[in-house]
Protein backbone atom coordinates (compact mmCIF):
# COMPACT_ATOMS: atom_id res chain seq x y z
CA UNK A 1 0.00 0.00 0.00
CA UNK A 2 1.16 3.33 -0.85
CA UNK A 3 0.03 6.61 0.42
CA UNK A 4 0.81 10.40 -0.50
CA UNK A 5 0.37 13.12 2.38
CA UNK A 6 -0.02 16.55 1.49
CA UNK A 7 0.33 19.42 3.89
CA UNK A 8 1.07 23.54 4.24
CA UNK A 9 -2.16 24.81 2.32
CA UNK A 10 -4.03 27.53 3.52
CA UNK A 11 -5.58 31.17 3.12
CA UNK A 12 -3.33 33.38 2.05
CA UNK A 13 -3.69 37.21 0.70
CA UNK A 14 -2.70 38.00 -2.75
CA UNK A 15 1.23 38.46 -2.83
CA UNK A 16 1.87 35.95 -0.76
CA UNK A 17 3.11 32.66 0.00
CA UNK A 18 2.77 29.08 0.99
CA UNK A 19 4.73 26.81 1.18
CA UNK A 20 2.98 23.03 0.18
CA UNK A 21 4.74 19.46 0.99
CA UNK A 22 4.13 15.90 0.59
CA UNK A 23 5.14 13.10 1.69
CA UNK A 24 5.16 9.40 -0.06
CA UNK A 25 5.23 6.35 2.66
CA UNK A 26 4.96 2.96 1.95
CA UNK A 27 5.73 -0.24 0.20
CA UNK A 28 7.57 1.30 -2.23
CA UNK A 29 10.70 0.48 -4.26
CA UNK A 30 11.57 4.04 -6.23
CA UNK A 31 9.37 6.94 -7.01
CA UNK A 32 9.64 8.53 -10.59
CA UNK A 33 8.49 11.58 -11.92
CA UNK A 34 6.25 13.71 -8.68
CA UNK A 35 4.03 16.70 -9.30
CA UNK A 36 1.50 19.05 -8.17
CA UNK A 37 -1.78 19.38 -9.75
CA UNK A 38 -4.58 22.12 -9.11
CA UNK A 39 -8.06 21.57 -9.40
CA UNK A 40 -10.62 24.70 -9.02
CA UNK A 41 -14.27 24.84 -8.55
CA UNK A 42 -16.15 23.72 -11.93
CA UNK A 43 -12.49 23.75 -13.66
CA UNK A 44 -10.70 20.20 -14.71
CA UNK A 45 -7.72 19.15 -13.08
CA UNK A 46 -4.20 20.94 -14.10
CA UNK A 47 -0.63 20.11 -14.34
CA UNK A 48 1.20 22.63 -11.74
CA UNK A 49 4.33 21.55 -12.00
CA UNK A 50 6.46 18.22 -12.21
CA UNK A 51 9.81 16.80 -11.48
CA UNK A 52 11.39 14.12 -12.16
CA UNK A 53 13.71 11.48 -9.99
CA UNK A 54 16.97 13.27 -11.78
CA UNK A 55 15.90 17.02 -10.58
CA UNK A 56 14.27 17.50 -14.26
CA UNK A 57 11.48 19.92 -14.05
CA UNK A 58 8.72 21.83 -16.10
CA UNK A 59 5.83 24.13 -14.99
CA UNK A 60 2.22 25.60 -16.06
CA UNK A 61 2.89 28.85 -18.31
CA UNK A 62 0.43 30.55 -15.45
CA UNK A 63 3.21 29.36 -12.42
CA UNK A 64 6.62 30.14 -14.34
CA UNK A 65 8.94 32.76 -11.93
CA UNK A 66 6.08 32.36 -9.23
CA UNK A 67 6.68 28.68 -8.28
CA UNK A 68 9.26 26.33 -7.56
CA UNK A 69 8.99 22.70 -7.38
CA UNK A 70 11.98 20.59 -5.55
CA UNK A 71 11.92 16.91 -3.98
CA UNK A 72 13.90 14.94 -1.53
CA UNK A 73 14.74 11.19 -3.09
CA UNK A 74 15.83 10.59 0.20
CA UNK A 75 12.85 11.16 2.63
CA UNK A 76 10.47 11.11 -0.37
CA UNK A 77 9.03 14.22 -0.52
CA UNK A 78 7.86 17.11 -2.97
CA UNK A 79 7.45 20.29 -2.07
CA UNK A 80 5.98 23.30 -3.65
CA UNK A 81 6.98 26.99 -3.02
CA UNK A 82 4.27 29.43 -3.95
CA UNK A 83 4.95 32.48 -3.67
CA UNK A 84 3.22 35.72 -5.28
CA UNK A 85 -0.27 34.30 -5.17
CA UNK A 86 -3.22 35.47 -7.04
CA UNK A 87 -6.80 34.55 -6.10
CA UNK A 88 -6.86 32.91 -9.89
CA UNK A 89 -4.87 30.21 -8.13
CA UNK A 90 -7.39 28.96 -5.57
CA UNK A 91 -7.48 25.67 -6.09
CA UNK A 92 -7.23 22.01 -4.15
CA UNK A 93 -3.92 21.30 -4.87
CA UNK A 94 -3.35 17.54 -5.56
CA UNK A 95 0.56 15.81 -5.36
CA UNK A 96 0.82 13.42 -7.76
CA UNK A 97 3.59 10.26 -8.02
CA UNK A 98 4.40 7.58 -10.08
CA UNK A 99 5.47 4.64 -7.55
CA UNK A 100 7.46 1.22 -8.14
CA UNK A 101 5.96 -0.73 -5.65
CA UNK A 102 8.15 -3.84 -3.88
CA UNK A 103 5.77 -5.94 -5.48
CA UNK A 104 7.34 -4.14 -8.76
CA UNK A 105 3.92 -3.01 -9.78
CA UNK A 106 3.96 0.47 -10.82
CA UNK A 107 1.21 2.68 -9.64
CA UNK A 108 0.50 6.45 -9.81
CA UNK A 109 -0.61 7.69 -6.70
CA UNK A 110 -2.24 10.73 -5.72
CA UNK A 111 -2.52 12.35 -2.31
CA UNK A 112 -5.92 13.92 -0.96
CA UNK A 113 -5.47 17.25 -1.69
CA UNK A 114 -4.93 20.28 0.41
CA UNK A 115 -6.91 23.54 -0.04
CA UNK A 116 -5.29 27.10 -0.97
CA UNK A 117 -7.20 29.93 -1.10
CA UNK A 118 -6.30 33.57 -2.24
CA UNK A 119 -8.11 36.38 -1.24
CA UNK A 120 -7.81 39.80 -3.00
Known amino acids: QVQLVESGGGLVQAGGSLRLSCAAS????????MGWYRQAPGKQRELVAA???????NYADSVKGRFTISRDNAKKTVSLQVNSLKPEDTAVYYC??????????????WGQGTQVTVSS
Open 96 to 109: NAFIKTMKDTSIPA
Open 26 to 33: GSIRSIGT
Open 51 to 57: ITSGGST
